[in-house]
């Protein structure tokens, strides 16, 4: 960096700012920034860069800048996002930034056919050249290829996957019904799988791996799609201004009168499971007019409607149903699906009080028995068994001479709504479960030469409070980014010492530790957590004290009160511990964790619902380890672990991946409100810093940095 030329320092609202040195300390600069009227402010000199002459100019790949850093990069992608260039290259990787505004010309036809066969660099950057690069590399290495997609909530993740399914399934599709189905196989996945959070509208609660399978003449002949840790806990509750599941929403705005008369359904705010969240519909001003006003809660008649330009909640009912058909769903099927969605809502509408006996027990309560009754017609049970199932445990004693016998335990209030949420959750997963497998048998192939999957699954979160979902999905993230490092850091340092490009070994910091810390046999996180859960009373404190005794000095896990962050020094440490991630420290509190990761219900309800009258209620608990002999059972507490089910689920995808030619698409939320026009520089960096792009970004400009002797700033390790 040379004196009176400009630098990027650091900015607390836009990343960095322009600005030139004005006196060099041991550690530190004096920087003032080119802006009139601010001060001067001192800056480390690792967080200095230089600057490219001109700060208006943007390149496709951001490899080809004269300074590679952070600061050139986030400008560049901020230059080119001003113009609604919304893709970047970043050596091999795609960065995609969410414009919050429908770009038609981006995604056209025309488009499409432009990037056919097209070689990476020779057209813009875009989704599209990515998925033309896994197709040509699939038929020409005959290797099957992953795309990862990656990103925040809100970051464009799900739409960059349809795009990239809608443009193999164009260019390289049969122009059959089969291309088609694997479009419209998203519409329904989305209905069941997508929610309003407060950071996206249409977020996806579930992770995704959607194959397209292609046959030895390279075209299309099916798709698969896998899933991963639908969130259960918003079945029953969400936050005030989150909704539960869109298709809730949707069969109350959209459905006929008919299916609403058949299903005892009324408007949102008359169900426990939909009223404690926004009760409002998607809809505009004209489409709104078409929903009756029966339909619509109070808190919609006040408000209006929630506005996005992709939701419709009456209009996205009837799209639905239009995919369903697509997909060859009949109506028998159809309405079977929706009568378990009412099903669950009327569960949930079912209270309990005090029975008033010595057995300590409780009873429903008057006022729901047309409730009760509702939920034994929509679900196919007897209303008498329901009865007993919600409120009482069948238990096996093992004491004295009565050993082996079943008895019958009443519940506690707060028990009876613990079994009841249980059960609406058991139900409406094992629902999603369902149209997953109903979707995948819409595409069904003999047998595929290859395929391309594309992955659409969370990226690495922390929030002020951080639970067992948080736990799951970084513990994911920690896989995928080992799995960069594999992939792109030891292939690249292979490729430049083979070149003889005299490039040193770049060291980047192996997370091994922080996958084992998690997943190792017997010691690991998952498994100090199932060993609580088979406990005869498990507890959150318990769990999270072995935690701690198990890993007193283990570098990558701290007690809470260790952090940095006020809001978690409060956290005890049998209530939460830290761990020391690849893109930062996140402090979980464990509260719940035992609970979560147990995915059986108590025997009394898993009996009740495998023995249902009804088929199709029958087939959704199938093949679950229900007890035949439930004499023999009742008495164990059954528990099915899923940490370790997501465990073995990811260990077999990254087998999968690892057998694949990758490549990865990073997606970027540009601001927090959602809207388009609006880049928050900060936010933007911290995204780029703790994804693949950081690390890439290091290797690249470490790479050309002693290649071609420009070294303007030193190699950081990835933590
Ligand atoms: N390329 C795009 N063009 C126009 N709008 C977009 C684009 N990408 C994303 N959006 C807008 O941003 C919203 C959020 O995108 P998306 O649902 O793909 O995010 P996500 O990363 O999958 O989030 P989550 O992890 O919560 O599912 C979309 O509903 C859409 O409104």
Known sequence: MEDGKPVWAPHPADGFQLGTIVDIGANSLTIEPLKQGQKSFTAQINQVFPAEDDVNKHVEDNCSLMYLNEATLLNNVRVRYSKDKIYTFVANILIAVNPYVDLPKLYAPETIKQYHGRSLGTLPPHVYAIADKAFRDMRVLKMSQSIIVSGESGAGKTENTKFVLRYLTTSYGTGQDIDERIVEANPLLEAFGNAKTVRNNNSSRFGKFVEIHFNGKNTVVGGFVSHYLLEKSRICQQSQEERNYHIFYRLCAGASEDIRTKFHLESPDAFRYLNRGCTRFFANKDTDKQILQNRKSPEHLKAGPLKDPLLDDQGDFNRMCGAMKKIGLDDTEKLDLFRVVAGVLHLGNIDFEEAGSTSGGCTI???????????AELLGLEESDLRVSLTSRVMLTTAGGAKGTVIKVPLKVEQANNAR?????????????????????????DSSANFIGVL?????????????????????????????????LKEEQELYQKEGLGVNEVHYVDNQDCIDLVEAKLVGILDILDEENRLPQPSDQHFAETVHNKHKNHFRLTVPRKSKLQV?????????????????????????????????????????????????IRDLFENSNNAKDSKQKAGKLSFISVGNKFKTQLNIL??????????FIRCIKPNLKMVSHQFEGAQILSQLQCSEIGTQLQLTSYCIASTFLLVHHKFLPVT
């Not at 006022?367 to 939920?375: F, K, L």
């Not at 979902?469 to 993230?477: H, L």
């Open 568 to 616: 978690h020094r409060n956290v005890r440490d049998d209530e939460g511990f830290i761990v020391r991630h690849f893109a930062g420290a996140v402090c979980y509190e464990t509260t719940k964790f035992v609970e979560k990761n147990n995915d059986a219900l108590h025997m009394s309800l898993e009996c009740l619902v495998s023995e249902s009258k009804d088929r199709f």
């Open 654 to 663: 990254l087998e999968k991946l690892r057998s694949t030619g990758s490549s």
């Open 456 to 488: 659409d699954i969370a990226g690495f979160e922390y929030f002020e409070h951080n639970s067992f979902e948080q736990f799951c999905i970084n513990y994911c993230n920690e896989k995928l980014q080992q799995f960069f490092n594999e992939r792109i």
């Open 421 to 445: 949420d249980a059960l609406a959750k058991a139900v409406y997963s094992r629902l999603f479960d369902h149209v997953v497998t109903r979707v995948n048998q819409c595409f069904p192939f």
């Open 365 to 375: 309560k008057n006022q729901s028995s047309q409730t009760v009754e509702y939920c």
